[in-house]
C-alpha cells in the first residue's frame, strides 16, 4: 500500500517536546537541545551576526557538525494553519498563512494552499494515484498549529522526524555505510560528472528513503522533485529537506517489510526492466584498447584461459576523433566484420554513445549534427532560440541534445537506427549524461541572475550550478535547465531503451550513468569512475545495495577499479565478489595496467548460478523484488562464526530453506544455456526447501516463458514420481537437464507465464 501528498508547503514536524532527546545545551540557556537543532543558515560563512539577524539562535557547541545557528522553538518562521482543513476525494486541502514577516531569502509566499500548484515545474513521472482516499487506511492524518516552513521562489523547506535512526536510501552518492549516520549529515543531490568522492552530489538524484523502525516495520518515502536538493539527517532523528524550486511532492510506502517498500516503490516509478539473459553474464571493457588489434588479443587472451565471458564493450577510443555514430577506419579498420565474428561465436557487444554533438565538423560532412541543427533539438541558450554551446570530448565546440523535446527523440532513434547498420550493436552505453560539459556554463558563461544564482544552492560540490555543466538559466523543451538539470540522463534512457529494442528485434540493454527515480524500466546503471581502492571494492557492496532500493536492480561497479593501477590480490578478491553483482563488467581506464586474466576465472561460479540470477531478475520486473538485498529484509536468527577465507576462495553461504537452480557453466551464456541444470538444496531446521526457475529464450519480447517451482512434498515420493525435465520444457532445455544435488526428493509445479517487454 501507497500514497502520496502533492504539496507547496507542510510541516511533518511534532509538537515541540515531541522529539527523542530532550536534553538543552548547558551554554545556552533556553537554547534547542542540540539533537533537534534545525540549521538556520545552511548556506556557507554563518556568523552570530548574520544568525541574529534573521531572528535565529546562536550556540556553539562540540558536538560535531552540529548547526550553531538554528531556529528557535518559538521561530518566526514558516507557516501555521490559516483555516479548516476540507476533506477532499484524494486527501485533504489545507490553508497556510504566514507567521511573520521575517524571511531567510526574501520573497515568501502567503498564503499557500496544501495541493498542487501548476505553476511551479513538477517532474514529468506519471504515478497514478488511487483516486480516492481508502476506506480502511493503514495511517492517520494529524494536523497540529506547528509548522516551521519556509516558502521562497526559489527555497523549499520541510523537516520531518523519523521513528528510529535505521535510515537508508538517499543518491547518488559514496556512502560510509548503508545504514546512514544521523549525526548532522547533508547530502546534496544534483547530477553531476564527478569520480565517487565522500559526501559529494554524484551522477544521478533518487531522493528516497527508508525507515525501518524498532519493530522491524518499515516504511519508504519519495520526494518527487528534480531541482537542486540537499537532506540533512539530524540525531532528533529527524530529517530537513531544502529544494530550490519545483514542489514538495511526497510519496509514502506503507510496507510493513522492506521489501515490501521496494515492490510499492517500484509499483509506482515503474517495475525495473526484464534484461536478457547473455547481460548477466561476464563483462569486459576499457577506455583505451586503442586499437582493433589490442582488442583481439584481449579477446584471445580470454579465450585461451577458457574464461566465461559474454560481452564486449567499447569506449569511446573506438570512435573517429571521438565523434558520436562513427568508429576509427584506421585504428580499427575491420570493426564491423569482427563484430560479426564474435556474434558467431556467441558473444555479444556494447557500444558507447555520448550525448554532446560537435558542430565544428565542415558543413554537410558530419549528419549528426546537420540533421540535429535542421530538426531544432539542441538545449538553448536564455533565449531560448540559439544553441547552447560547451565543450567536451569531440574537437571543436558541442552543442547538447533536448531529450525532453519530442523532436530529439526522432532526431536521436534515427541517428541510432543509421548507426545499427554501421556496427551491428546488441546494446547501448550511454556516458557523460549529467550532461556533462568540460566548463563552467556554456560559451560565453553564464549571466548573473537569480537562476543562475539563487539565494540558496544547496549542499553540492562547490556551491555552483554550472559547474561542468550548462547554465542553469538554459532552455530545454520541458523548461529552464534550472529545473530539468539532473532529469537529462533520465529523459535519455527511455528513448535509447525502444530504439534498442526496435533495432535488434530483442531485449534492449541501456545502460547509463546518469539516473534519476523511474530509470531501471528501461536501463541499468554502474557506479561510475571508481579507484583501484579496497575502500571502493567495500563501498560497492553499499552503491548496490542501494541501487536496489531505488528501483535499479541491474547494477554493478568497474571490478577492480576504473582509475589507478590495481593489484594482483585486490583485483583478485574484487573478482571474488564482483561475480555477484547483478550487472559484472571489468572496465579500467586509459593507461591504467590491465588486469591478471586469472583473476577473471572465478565467473564460472557465477555462470553455474545464472538461472538463479536470472530468476531473481525476472520477480524483480513482475513484482519489483530486490536482486540483492541487505539481511534486513529477511528475519535472521544472528549467529557468528569464522572461515577460512584464503586467496583462492570466496565463502558463499546458503541460508537454510531455500533450493537455488544452477546449470553447468561455459564461455559464454550461448553454449551454458545446453547444458544441464542442478538444484542446489539447502534444507531448513524442519528438513525443508523451496524454491523456483523462471525460464524463457532468454532475449525475446513477449513470447511464451515458464516458471518451475520446487517444493517438498508431504510424503517422501517414489522415483518414479519426480518430473523429468524433457516432461516440463520438450522444446527450451536438453534432455536429462536436473540433477539433484542434494538427497531430498521433491515434487514441482509448472506455471505458463506471459513474458513482458
Same mark, same amino acid.
Request: glycine share 8%; with cysteine.
Given at each position: 500500500?501507497?500514497?502520496?501528498?502533492?504539496?507547496?508547503?507542510?510541516?511533518?514536524?511534532?509538537a515541540?517536546?515531541?522529539?527523542?532527546?530532550? @536534553?538543552?545545551?548547558?551554554?545556552?540557556?533556553?537554547?534547542?537541545?542540540?539533537?533537534?537543532?534545525?540549521?538556520?543558515?545552511?548556506?556557507?560563512?554563518?556568523?552570530?551576526?548574520?544568525?541574529?539577524?534573521?531572528?535565529?539562535?546562536?550556540?556553539?557547541?562540540?558536538?560535531?557538525?552540529?548547526?550553531?545557528?538554528?531556529?528557535?522553538?518559538?521561530?518566526?518562521?514558516?507557516?501555521?494553519?490559516?483555516?479548516?482543513?476540507?476533506?477532499t476525494?484524494?486527501?485533504?486541502?489545507?490553508?497556510?498563512?504566514? $507567521?511573520?514577516?521575517?524571511?531567510?531569502?526574501?520573497?515568501?509566499?502567503?498564503?499557500?494552499?496544501?495541493?498542487v500548484?501548476?505553476?511551479?515545474?513538477?517532474?514529468?513521472?506519471?504515478?497514478?494515484?488511487?483516486?480516492?482516499?481508502?476506506?480502511?487506511?493503514?495511517?492517520d492524518?494529524?494536523?497540529?498549529?506547528?509548522?516551521?516552513?519556509?516558502?521562497?521562489?526559489?527555497?523549499?523547506?520541510?523537516?520531518?522526524?523519523?521513528?528510529?535512526?535505521?535510515?537508508?536510501?538517499?543518491?547518488?552518492?559514496?556512502?560510509?555505510?548503508?545504514?546512514?549516520?544521523?549525526?548532522?549529515?547533508?547530502?546534496?543531490?544534483?547530477?553531476?560528472?564527478?569520480?565517487?568522492?565522500?559526501?559529494?552530489?554524484?551522477?544521478?538524484?533518487?531522493?528516497?528513503?527508508?525507515?525501518?523502525?524498532?519493530?522491524?516495520?518499515?516504511?519508504?518515502?519519495?520526494?518527487?522533485?528534480?531541482?537542486?536538493?540537499?537532506?540533512?539527517?539530524?540525531?532528533?532523528?529527524?530529517?530537513?529537506?531544502?529544494?530550490?524550486?519545483?514542489?514538495?511532492?511526497?510519496?509514502?510506502?506503507?510496507g510493513?517489510?522492506?521489501?515490501?517498500?521496494?515492490?510499492?516503490?517500484?509499483?509506482?516509478?515503474? $517495475?525495473?526492466?526484464m534484461?536478457?539473459?547473455?547481460?548477466?553474464?561476464?563483462h569486459?571493457?576499457?577506455?583505451?584498447?586503442?586499437?582493433?588489434?589490442?582488442l583481439?588479443?584481449?579477446?584471445?587472451?580470454m579465450?585461451?584461459?577458457?574464461i566465461?565471458?559474454?560481452?564486449?564493450?567499447?569506449?569511446?577510443?573506438?570512435?573517429e576523433?571521438?565523434?558520436?555514430?562513427?568508429?576509427?577506419?584506421?585504428?580499427?579498420?575491420?570493426?564491423?566484420?569482427?563484430?560479426?565474428?564474435?556474434?558467431?561465436?556467441?558473444?555479444?557487444?556494447?557500444?558507447i554513445?555520448?550525448?554532446?554533438?560537435?558542430?565544428?565538423?565542415?558543413?554537410?560532412?558530419?549528419?549528426p549534427?546537420?540533421? @540535429?541543427?535542421e530538426?531544432?533539438?539542441w538545449?538553448?541558450?536564455?533565449d531560448?532560440?540559439?544553441?547552447?554551446?560547451?565543450?567536451?570530448?569531440?574537437? @571543436?565546440?558541442?552543442?547538447?541534445?533536448?531529450?525532453?523535446?519530442?523532436?530529439?527523440v526522432?532526431?536521436?532513434?534515427?541517428?541510432?537506427?543509421?548507426?545499427?547498420?554501421?556496427?551491428?550493436?546488441?546494446?547501448?552505453?550511454?556516458?557523460?549524461?549529467?550532461?556533462?560539459n568540460?566548463?563552467?556554463?556554456?560559451?560565453?558563461?553564464?549571466?548573473?541572475n537569480?537562476?543562475?544564482?539563487?539565494?540558496?544552492?544547496?549542499?553540492?560540490?562547490?556551491?555552483?550550478?554550472?559547474?561542468?555543466?550548462?547554465?542553469?538559466?538554459?532552455?530545454?523543451?520541458?523548461?529552464?535547465?534550472?529545473?530539468?538539470?539532473?532529469?537529462?540522463?533520465?529523459?535519455?534512457?527511455?528513448?535509447?531503451?525502444?530504439?534498442?529494442?526496435?533495432?535488434?528485434?530483442?531485449?534492449?540493454?541501456?545502460?547509463?550513468?546518469?539516473?534519476?527515480?523511474?530509470?531501471?524500466?528501461?536501463?541499468?546503471?554502474?557506479?561510475?569512475?571508481?579507484?583501484?581502492?579496497?575502500?571502493?571494492?567495500?563501498?560497492?557492496v553499499?552503491?548496490?545495495?542501494?541501487f536496489?532500493?531505488?528501483?535499479?536492480?541491474?547494477i554493478?561497479?568497474?571490478?577492480?577499479?576504473?582509475?589507478?593501477?590495481?593489484?594482483?590480490?585486490?583485483?583478485?578478491?574484487?573478482?571474488?565478489?564482483?561475480?555477484?553483482?547483478?550487472?559484472?563488467?571489468?572496465?579500467?581506464?586509459?593507461?591504467?595496467s590491465?588486469?591478471?586474466?586469472?583473476?577473471?576465472?572465478?565467473?564460472?561460479?557465477?555462470?553455474?548460478?545464472?538461472?538463479?540470477?536470472?530468476?531473481?531478475?525476472?520477480?524483480?520486473?513482475?513484482? @519489483?523484488?530486490?536482486?540483492? $538485498?541487505?539481511?534486513?529484509?529477511?528475519?535472521?536468527?544472528?549467529?557468528y562464526?569464522?572461515?577460512?577465507?584464503?586467496?583462492?576462495?570466496?565463502?558463499?553461504?546458503?541460508?537454510g530453506?531455500?533450493?537455488?537452480?544452477?546449470?553447468?557453466?561455459?564461455?559464454t551464456?550461448?553454449?551454458?544455456r545446453?547444458?544441464?541444470?542442478?538444484?542446489?538444496?539447502?534444507?531448513?531446521?524442519?528438513?525443508?526447501?523451496?524454491?523456483?526457475?523462471f525460464?524463457?529464450?532468454?532475449?525475446?519480447?513477449?513470447?511464451?516463458?515458464?516458471?518451475?517451482?520446487?517444493?517438498?512434498?508431504?510424503?517422501?515420493?517414489?522415483?518414479?514420481?519426480?518430473?523429468?525435465t524433457?516432461?516440463?520444457?520438450?522444446?527450451?532445455?536438453?534432455?536429462?537437464?536436473?540433477?539433484l544435488?542434494a538427497?531430498?526428493?521433491?515434487?514441482?509445479?509448472?506455471?505458463?507465464?506471459?513474458?513482458?517487454?
Open positions: 500500500m501507497w500514497f502520496f501528498a502533492a504539496l507547496t508547503a507542510f510541516s511533518l514536524c511534532p515541540p517536546g515531541g522529539c527523542l532527546g530532550s @536534553g538543552r545545551d548547558a551554554q545556552c540557556a533556553g537554547a534547542v537541545a542540540v539533537q533537534k537543532r534545525i540549521d538556520c543558515h545552511p548556506q556557507p560563512g554563518a556568523s552570530q551576526d548574520a544568525c541574529e539577524a534573521r531572528g535565529c539562535t546562536w550556540c556553539a557547541t562540540d558536538v560535531a557538525n552540529a548547526p550553531w545557528c538554528f531556529f528557535p522553538e518559538d521561530s518566526p518562521f514558516g507557516y501555521s494553519l490559516g483555516g479548516n482543513a476540507e476533506k476525494a484524494k486527501g485533504w486541502r489545507v490553508p497556510l498563512t504566514k $507567521r511573520q514577516a521575517s524571511s531567510l531569502f526574501g520573497k515568501d509566499i502567503s498564503p499557500v494552499i496544501l495541493e500548484d501548476r505553476q511551479r515545474f513538477e517532474v514529468p513521472l506519471r504515478i497514478d494515484s488511487p483516486g480516492v482516499t481508502s476506506d480502511e487506511a493503514s495511517y492524518v494529524e494536523f497540529t498549529d506547528d509548522s516551521s516552513l519556509p516558502d521562497v521562489i526559489h527555497y523549499l523547506q520541510i523537516t520531518t522526524t523519523v521513528p528510529s535512526t535505521s535510515v537508508y536510501g538517499f543518491g547518488e552518492h559514496e556512502h560510509p555505510s548503508f545504514k546512514h549516520s544521523m549525526d548532522f549529515v547533508t547530502y546534496g543531490m544534483f547530477s553531476r560528472d564527478q569520480a565517487p568522492t565522500p559526501l559529494a552530489n554524484l551522477y544521478g538524484v533518487h531522493p528516497f528513503y527508508m525507515c525501518v523502525e524498532a519493530d522491524s516495520n518499515a516504511h519508504g518515502v519519495l520526494l518527487l522533485n528534480s531541482n537542486a536538493q540537499d537532506v540533512s539527517l539530524s540525531p532528533n532523528p529527524s530529517l530537513t529537506f531544502r529544494t530550490i524550486g519545483g514542489i514538495l511532492d511526497f510519496y509514502v510506502f506503507l510493513p517489510t522492506p521489501e515490501n517498500v521496494v515492490q510499492q516503490y517500484t509499483e509506482a516509478i515503474g $517495475r525495473p526492466h534484461p536478457a539473459y547473455w547481460s548477466l553474464g561476464f569486459l571493457s576499457r577506455w583505451g584498447y586503442g586499437s582493433i588489434d589490442v583481439k588479443k584481449t579477446v584471445d587472451r579465450h585461451y584461459y577458457d566465461p565471458y559474454d560481452v564486449q564493450h567499447l569506449d569511446i577510443d573506438y570512435m576523433r571521438r565523434l558520436d555514430f562513427t568508429y576509427d577506419k584506421v585504428n580499427y579498420a575491420g570493426l564491423p566484420e569482427y563484430i560479426q565474428q564474435l556474434k558467431k561465436e556467441g558473444m555479444h557487444n556494447v557500444m554513445l555520448d550525448p554532446f554533438i560537435t558542430k565544428d565538423e565542415e558543413p554537410g560532412t558530419y549528419r549534427y546537420d540533421l @540535429g541543427e530538426m531544432g533539438v538545449v538553448n541558450n536564455s531560448g532560440v540559439t544553441p547552447a554551446v560547451g565543450k567536451a570530448w569531440p574537437p @571543436g565546440d558541442s552543442v547538447f541534445p533536448d531529450y525532453t523535446n519530442p523532436r530529439t526522432e532526431w536521436w532513434t534515427q541517428m541510432c537506427l543509421e548507426f545499427k547498420d554501421v556496427l551491428d550493436y546488441d546494446g547501448i552505453w550511454i556516458d557523460m549524461n549529467e550532461p556533462s568540460f566548463l563552467r556554463g556554456q560559451y560565453p558563461g553564464c549571466a548573473v537569480d537562476i543562475n544564482n539563487p539565494p540558496y544552492v544547496p549542499s553540492i560540490s562547490d556551491r555552483s550550478l554550472a559547474q561542468k555543466t550548462l547554465c542553469p538559466d538554459s532552455k530545454t523543451y520541458l523548461g529552464e535547465h534550472y529545473n530539468t538539470h539532473s532529469l537529462f540522463g533520465w529523459s535519455q534512457t527511455a528513448p535509447t531503451f525502444h530504439v534498442a529494442q526496435q533495432a535488434t528485434g530483442k531485449r534492449a540493454f541501456v545502460l547509463s550513468r546518469s539516473t534519476f527515480v523511474g530509470s531501471g524500466k528501461y536501463g541499468g546503471h554502474w557506479l561510475g569512475d571508481n579507484f583501484s581502492r579496497w575502500k571502493d571494492m567495500h563501498q560497492s553499499i552503491g548496490i545495495l542501494e536496489n532500493l531505488f528501483g535499479i536492480p541491474y554493478g561497479a568497474d571490478i577492480c577499479g576504473f582509475n589507478y593501477n590495481t593489484t594482483y590480490e585486490l583485483c583478485l578478491r574484487w573478482m571474488q565478489l564482483g561475480s555477484f553483482y547483478p550487472f559484472s563488467r571489468n572496465h579500467n581506464a586509459d593507461r591504467s590491465l588486469p591478471s586474466p586469472r583473476t577473471a576465472s572465478l565467473a564460472a561460479r557465477r555462470y553455474s548460478l545464472l538461472p538463479y540470477l536470472y530468476t531473481l531478475f525476472f520477480e524483480s520486473h513482475v513484482h @519489483g523484488s530486490t536482486v540483492v $538485498r541487505s539481511l534486513m529484509h529477511d528475519t535472521w536468527i544472528r549467529n562464526a569464522t572461515v577460512a577465507a584464503p586467496l583462492s576462495k570466496i565463502p558463499l553461504f546458503i541460508r530453506g531455500y533450493i537455488l537452480p544452477e546449470q553447468a557453466p561455459a564461455t551464456t550461448t553454449k551454458s545446453l547444458n544441464p541444470f542442478g538444484l542446489i538444496i539447502a534444507l531448513d531446521e524442519q528438513g525443508e526447501a523451496s524454491g523456483s526457475l525460464w524463457d529464450d532468454g532475449d525475446s519480447i513477449g513470447k511464451p516463458a515458464f516458471q518451475l517451482f520446487f517444493f517438498p512434498p508431504p510424503p517422501p515420493l517414489p522415483e518414479s514420481q519426480l518430473l523429468g524433457r516432461d516440463l520444457f520438450p522444446c527450451l532445455l536438453p534432455k536429462d537437464t536436473f540433477n544435488m538427497g531430498r526428493r521433491l515434487h514441482s509445479s509448472l506455471q505458463d507465464i506471459p513474458a513482458t517487454p
